[in-house]
């Protein structure tokens, strides 16, 4: 049976987020990442700042220098980890065989749907990519009416064409490759680097040949063996248009890990600021956990020295998912590395379950307070963050630690 896959792009993701929430940033170059006067890449900006060559992964300070007027902020990881659940959602009410590659982007095995859609009404013989079409245009239309955001949309009949389709009408823009004829017909004097797998590495390597598009591959397939061995075979056959590789299933709870990390820009010796940050980065987590319902066994702790040596210290326990266990373990880990000049410091969580277990503590037991009433409070609290942001309400150390930390 031929594949038919649709791939997803939001459209420049967190800063459309940040935009939709801020209406005032409409039509700015946005970048989303590190500030100016800090040490970071960018993680993504709008399609305004890009008119001026900033890029995601982009140097911070190359980024500014290309665009010193344009707008920096820190992005808001639990408020793109909500939003991309809620789109998510919407994705999987066509199909139980969806691929979420990251936040904002995803394949949709969509082939069941189309051979057996009881509402097909055009004079195609099956297999026909009216249902795939109108799947992708309802996503599209759902999306921009339930939460004022703009996707990319392609179909074609593997994850590769579907991919570039998607690429092809950026932003909020939809393409169909339905054949391996049209895709190499549409790539052929495009870079190599169009096809997936071709990094900087192997780009250059071919190009000290003469190998320089999809053409050129075409017409030396035995020096490109010879160069790459079978991943040169690899290539050939994606610039054929071969792609047999699946839509692989995801499923709630199966990623690994979640994890929260900053680079400083002068290089910190003060552990007290040092678990400033540890709080401030254990609260994003905590947020991401409870909002997904989940809790984590095990705490990792990430510090990166000055001398670029990356370290990591873990502890497994009783499942955590609140901002100040997070936070505790995490501290307690770092008073047990070296003490020297850091770099970067982060947290990884990671042993996920959906049932929390606590041995009770004397307050928790009921004796000085009603585990009912903090019950219902928590759940209060919790549904704020959830309509209105994280930062909505705030412990008395947050605030202490958010001031040391953004101020000193």
Known sequence: MKQIIIHIDMDAFFAAVEVRDNPELKGKPLIIGALPTERGVVATCSYEARVYGVRSAMSIKEAYRRCPHGVYMHPSGWKYSKVSEQIKKIWLEYTDIAEIV?????????THSVYHSKKKTCACTVPCTCTARKIAHEIKKRTKEEFGLTCSVGIGYSKTSAKIASEEKKPDGFFEIPNAKVFTELIIDRNVRVLYGVGPKTEQALQLRGIKTVRDILENKHTVIEILGDHGQYFIDQAEGKDERKVIPYYEGEAKSVS????????????????DALRLLAKELSLTLRFDNIYARTVTLKVKYSTMKLITRSKTGIPVNRTNDIYKTAAALLDTVEKRKIRLIGISLSGFDETEFQQMTLDESGLLHDPEKDETLDSTVLELQKR????????GNEIIAEKRFKHE
């Open 260 to 275: 929260k990390e900053t680079t400083f820009q002068d290089d910190i010796t003060d552990f007290e600021y040092l678990k």
């Open 102 to 110: 990251s936040i904002d982007e995803g394949f949709l095995d969509v």
């Open 388 to 395: 209105f942001g994280g930062d909505i309400i705030k412990s």
